[in-house]
């Protein structure tokens, strides 16, 4: 960050430190500070605390900033009451999987068409990365329609997690970002490699892996915030209230559970990803910005 | 193609150059292509058929459904059928022309909006984490949770709603917002923005600190103030940027449908809400019409290609 002191942007630097340049920065840096933070955090601190006010409190005029009263028991209903615990495991070993099949597959996938480079692979290549022209909700009916009667093998896939975890392999943004940093690897690395006799899957293993680790983790992270996120294909091919992922479970009780309970399993639903993104938001971050869109 | 490339592989400087007339160390090449070629296309198998049976077939099926009518397990071919009834119905114009103002009003206000963040952002030299953290954290919530929270507390049409009480405080008149038919759209683009606007911010910034500094330098040395300079230094300099995400964003907003289904409860007060994806929802999983359904994405998916096809030659144009 250090850098950024002197890369010249918009305004000039000396113009910033100059008497009138600098009391109009500092104004403006608190005046952004707060308002971000009442724009960003303010509704996530109304979320949580509204959760703790009673019935009555929520609905008074003007509204409390604080809970008079909290009540810890809008918590504990939605847990019980929303079984919680069960929605939560069922997203969990969504996403654990999403994870899994995207890592190998797609890695796999990626490899060969940057590295192996297999005839009509260039082809592959191409309709793969067209399918990032459909809009998904054009697909949604001709795939449910698939996931209930699979060609050939004509199983149904309804409420089984592979409705969820197949689907998600055929994620082109992940080939092309894996791809991508693939190509990057040098090809006498590559070369030396073969001379000492390694096979593909050995020199995928033991070169190109190490070398891809925070790649593997961008996708990893997308992979389980997309699972978490995913809204109506887990509702369409999750029918069964044992199967339902925690957004869709909750949508599912929203109707006659009291409000403040339903937002207080909205916060306890959010607070997964919260938490990963403050854990890896420098990952987040930079594979948002360089894997996008620098090609 | 990797067979035609291959033979110049081996005069490659550094390797030994193939003896020549020995046609049984060609055929054991020719062996070893085909090898390689497996070996390539076994680390392919499990990807390619993820897409083929989840993506590539689900493409041709949603056409070849849209002129067909399943009625008992009997399939038949209807001609355009479905679309006839599809266009027919009632909220089928309506589910246009509100995506189309959700699309509108989501490019003045979610598009705009996060650039000029960008550009406010970049020029700040403290609390920079800080707030980049806060732009991107609503982007890490379940849609479903945020949208809870604005259905149930911030658009409350009562005053104990979060939007009314400030607007009170501020002596502003009150909203009924889901309530209202003309608030609804807007309402729906807010909360939209909010929760999605952190991902462009974070493109924009990154875009912008590619920007050369001499340029600006020579802008202001010119004499052109900070508006001027944004207008031809940064606006030119990220274009690819900019008409990128609009295109992102116009296909993203025009399958509007976890907004309309958890904030107005699908179609809203007097269909204000209905989308062009709730109607294929509604279609397809209420109506037990998956062919109407099939035949409403298809329509969607030309509109949308036809956007492409302007977009790409207007970006074709500037360059």
Known sequence: ?295 | MALTTAPGATHRPGRPAPPPRQTAARRAGLGRKVRDNLTGHTFLIGAVACFAVFSWYPMVRGVVMSFQRTRRGETTWVGWDNYTRIIADPSFWTAWKNTFVFTGLALVLGYAVPFFVAILLNELRHAKGYLRVLVYLPVMLPPASALFLFKFYAYDPSEAGLFNAVLTALGLPTSEWMQSPTMTMPAMVLASTWMNMGGAVLIYLAALQNIPGELYEAAEIDGAGVWRRIVHVTIPQTRLILALLAMLQIVATMQLFIEPLILANGAGTQDSATSVAYLIYQHGFFQNDLNGAAALGVIMLVVLAGFSAVYVRLTARQD
């Not at chain 1, 707060?34 to 019935?55: N, R």
């Not at chain 1, 067209?130 to 949604?140: C, Q, R, S």
């Not at chain 1, 997308?222 to 294909?233: G, I, M, N, P, R």
Request: charge should be positive; hydrophobic fraction near 55%.
């Open chain 1, 1 to 295: 960050m250090a850098a950024d002191l002197t890369t010249r942007t918009l305004v000039s630097p000396a113009q910033l430190r100059r008497g009138r340049g600098r009391v109009l920065y500092w104004t403006v840096l608190a005046v952004v500070v707060v308002a971000f933070t009442l724009v960003f955090l303010g509704p996530l601190y109304w979320m949580v605390t509204g959760a703790l006010k009673s019935g009555q409190e929520i609905a008074q005029t003007p509204p409390s900033l604080f809970p008079r009263d909290p009540r810890p028991q809008n918590y504990v209903d939605a847990w019980t009451n929303l079984d919680l615990a069960k929605l939560l495991f069922n997203t969990f070993y969504y996403a654990t999987g999403a994870v899994l099949f995207q890592l190998v597959f797609d890695t796999a996938a990626a490899y060969a068409l940057s590295k192996l480079r297999p005839v009509l692979g260039k082809l592959i290549l191409g309709m793969m990365l067209a399918t990032l022209m459909i809009p998904a909700m054009v697909l949604i009916v001709p795939q449910y329609v698939t996931v209930i009667d699979l060609p050939i093998v004509h199983l149904n896939l309804l409420d089984s997690p592979f409705a969820i975890w197949l689907p998600l392999v055929a994620n082109a943004f992940n080939i092309f970002l894996l791809k991508r940093f693939f190509d990057s690897i040098p090809e006498d690395l590559m070369a030396a490699a073969v001379m000492d006799g390694a096979t593909p899957l050995r020199t995928l293993w033991s070169i190109v892996l190490p070398m891809s680790r925070p790649i593997l983790g961008v996708v990893a992270i997308f992979a389980v915030t997309a699972v978490w996120k995913d809204f109506l294909w887990p509702k369409l091919v999750m029918p069964s209230p044992e199967t339902r992922t925690v957004s869709v479970g909750i949508y599912a009780f929203s109707g006659g559970t009291p409000m403040n309970v339903v937002i207080a399993a909205s916060v306890i639903a959010a607070i997964p990803t919260v938490v990963l993104f403050l854990i890896f938001q420098r990952n987040i971050m930079s594979g948002l910005t360089t894997g996008g869109l620098k090609g």
